[in-house]
């Protein structure tokens, strides 16, 4: 196997963690076993060449291959449950109430492979019921990675991904897929629910409305502590007030570096006015 050696290797991660956030300042084992065959495939004698490519190049596709392998875009519709519970008990009976336009703007950032913005969909057209079609509850739904924003918006999957869902969920929300009989398609009503853009968490926060529930989870785990800080003062900016914040339950926001308020593990709310 191909070595990094300690110059090449903190190029790399320092050009990795200053665009993207990432921080690989640990995975020095994890970056040669990943990447040799990359490297061997494309032709590369060591990783100096294609460290020099990477970073000189800046080549978007190449970019997004090497960041796809590594980090884990592990998922399954309606991980971690308590969040989705507490969305459809606490959060959505509070936004209803409160939103007298009928609006709910909500992000799911880091969405990966589309399992988490369509378990959101499904949680508020369970809510609304027969009300879903006076409100606008379209989820924005946003990764770094072009692959993984083709496979959710393709919205196909394993039938085993669903297995946390509830039976009623999966009959009136995805249907077979024909000649698959492993797999499913995710339902029209679910696919015109959810905008999948691109986009680098690093990059200013920019949108047009601020929104009143932000899922970022388990995508701070790549990220050092000042990264995480700025990452969720930036979140709390774009945020409408007594909106929430829910992160992976193997993440924490550090509470003396934001205005945050604590809610539950992993949830937490900007104060109202």
Request: proline share 5%; hydrophobic share 35%; charged share 20%.
């Amino acid at each position: 196997m191909l070595e990094i050696n300690q110059s090449d290797f903190l190029k790399l991660v320092h050009f990795i963690q200053k665009n993207y956030g990432i921080d690989l300042s640990k995975k020095k084992q994890l970056i040669q076993s990943r990447l040799h065959t990359t490297l061997t495939t494309k032709g590369y004698s060591d990783f100096g060449q294609y460290v020099d490519y990477i970073i000189k190049t800046d080549n978007k596709g190449d970019i997004e291959n090497m960041l796809n392998k590594l980090t884990t875009n592990y998922t399954f519709f309606l991980r971690e449950k308590e969040h989705f519970d507490y969305f459809a008990n606490t959060i959505l009976p509070y936004l209803t109430s409160h939103r007298k336009n009928k609006v709910l703007s909500i992000w799911s950032a880091g969405c990966s492979s589309g399992e988490e913005p369509y378990t959101i969909s499904m949680v508020i057209k369970d809510f609304l019921g027969h009300q879903a079609s006076a409100w606008d509850t379209r989820v924005l739904a946003t990764d770094i990675s072009m692959n993984v924003l083709s496979t959710a918006m393709k919205g196909e999957y394993e039938i085993d991904a669903l297995r946390e869902l509830p039976p009623k969920w999966k009959q009136q929300f995805f249907k077979p897929v024909p000649g698959k009989p492993d797999k499913v398609q995710v339902a029209s009503v679910l696919k015109n629910n959810v905008i999948f853009r691109p986009f680098n968490l690093m990059h200013p926060m920019r949108f047009k409305i601020p929104f009143d529930v932000i899922f970022c989870r388990n995508v701070m785990i790549y990220f050092d502590q000042p990264t995480k800080d700025a990452l969720v003062n930036r979140f709390y900016q774009a945020s409408n007030p007594g909106g929430y914040l829910l992160i992976g339950h193997s993440e924490s926001v550090n509470r003396a570096a934001c205005n945050y308020q604590y809610i539950m593990p992993a949830t937490y709310r900007k104060p109202l006015k």
